[in-house]
């Protein structure tokens, strides 16, 4: 979750990002299956959008509008 990576700050935040997302390199994943649901609301995708120096500040401030 985002939320362990908002309690920091600068470089250590963007690494927290890094280190946790799912694929790093924001390139598809192969191995995802269109035939099984994912229910957004209890599993909502780890960050929310490609974190970039320019929105790390809304992925952090806005957590509390987003579901799960």
């Known amino acids: ?11 250590a ?7 946790e997302t799912p694929t790093p390199t924001w390139d598809p994943v ?3 299956d269109p035939s099984v649901p ?3 609301v209890t599993e909502p995708p780890f960050p ?4 970039t120096a320019a929105n790390l500040g809304n ?3 806005l957590r509390a509008l987003r579901p799960g």
């Open 1 to 11: 979750r985002q939320f362990h990576c908002c309690r920091r700050h600068g470089p």
């Open 30 to 32: 192969p191995t995802w």
């Open 59 to 61: 992925i952090c401030g």
């Open 38 to 40: 994912w229910d957004l």
């Open 48 to 51: 929310p959008g490609e974190p």
């Open 13 to 19: 935040r963007r690494r927290c990002f890094a280190q």
